[in-house]
């Protein structure tokens, strides 16, 4: 914190804590009210001087992800900045460097997958650029980290007859209609309860996923997803009883932990595999578009993936009878000698 003081030489200085340096900003003046108005002008500057130690940007940054992000964006960044922390303890920001991104990994392995390593990786990575935009750093150190290697694996999803054995079993019709809208549209869980009615636009067929005041979209890119006619018919038998199109018996929405701990009820009940999860309704529906010969840059655009790299490494092995179907296209006996080819 800044404060104003005048020293035995008359002149006023403004004196503010760099760190574990004091500082002493002369303001030029033996006039108080003149010293002052000045002092008042940078104070602001003062105050937000740039953090020199690990734990007071990780201060700053949470602040403003809370303000610009959603409850599950926070979470993340609290857990991973914990990680961080748990790591390199209150280390000062000048010492920080690319080594200590690779000991970040080692050190997120030893309690973590791959893939959960790879996303504290990416966040402490977006915390330090935050950072530099908000002229908190000059630099990145991670800016240069490499995320670990995941072996490819075929996605998971639930076949179709196991998908209609799952909607055979489940009696309560409005959670029935929440499942068939999330494998019709791949909406994420908190997209769906925090849908809204007027986020629906029925005359054009249209499902609009935005941004809104108590709800972020991940990645903060609002989309658009067609209705087609079996989606349609859906919501219009869906009764209206709130803002929200899904809620409980009361007409308040759903929380997402009672979405995920019901579903898991009903994939137990209905004999399913316990790898399944809600999540898993999302990558179902991709699977579908992908096996019905669904560009991959459409699916990217439907799911709201922030690059088709990712959709592709999710799904691309689904196109293997596609590509199969196109390389049988090649007919040697079209163009080469008769005999040549046995």
């Known amino acids: 914190m800044a404060f104003l003081f005048q020293r035995n030489n008359g ?51 949470l602040k403003y992800v809370e303000l610009n992000n959603g409850k599950g964006t926070v979470d993340l960044y609290r857990v991973s900045m914990q990680h961080l922390v748990v790591l390199l303890g209150n280390a000062p920001l000048r010492l920080i460097g690319p080594m200590d991104g690779e000991r970040f990994k080692e050190h997120l392995l030893k309690t973590v997958t791959n893939v959960s390593a790879n996303v504290y990786l990416r966040t402490i990575k977006s915390m330090f650029n935050t950072a530099v935009r908000l002229d908190l750093m000059k630099e990145n150190p991670f800016k240069n980290c490499r995320s670990l290697r995941i072996p490819a694996k075929d996605p998971v999803y639930i076949p179709k007859a196991d998908f209609a054995k799952l909607l055979q079993t489940i009696g309560d019709e409005r959670f029935r209609s929440l499942v068939l809208f999330s494998v019709l549209t791949g909406m994420r869980r908190g997209e769906l309860i925090n849908l809204l009615w007027s986020d629906i636009d029925l005359p054009n067929r249209l499902i609009r996923i935005r941004n809104k005041e108590d709800f972020t979209v991940k990645t903060m890119r609002p989309r658009t997803i067609p209705i087609n006619k079996d989606l349609f018919r859906l919501i219009e038998g869906l009764p209206r009883r709130s803002d929200h199109v899904f809620v409980d018996r009361k007409g308040m929405p759903l929380k997402g932990g009672y979405v995920t701990k019901k579903f898991k009820q009903y994939i137990r009940s209905a004999g399913l595999s316990e790898q399944f999860h809600w999540h898993h309704l999302r990558s179902t529906f991709a699977s579908y578009l992908v096996q019905s010969s669904t560009p991959l840059a459409e699916v990217q655009r439907l ?32 163009f080469t000698p008769k005999g040549l080819v046995k």
């Open 11 to 61: 002149f006023y200085y403004a004196v503010y804590r760099d760190g574990s340096r004091v500082v002493w900003h002369s303001l030029r003046t033996r006039d108080k009210a003149e010293a002052e108005a000045g002092f008042q002008a940078i104070k602001p500057t003062l105050d937000r001087r740039r953090p020199t130690m690990l734990k007071d940007l990780a201060d700053a940054i």
């Open 303 to 334: 799911l709201g993936h922030s690059s088709v790299v990712t959709t592709q490494q999710s799904y691309a092995v689904l196109n293997d009878d596609n590509l199969r179907n196109a390389t049988d296209k090649i007919q040697l006996d079209e």
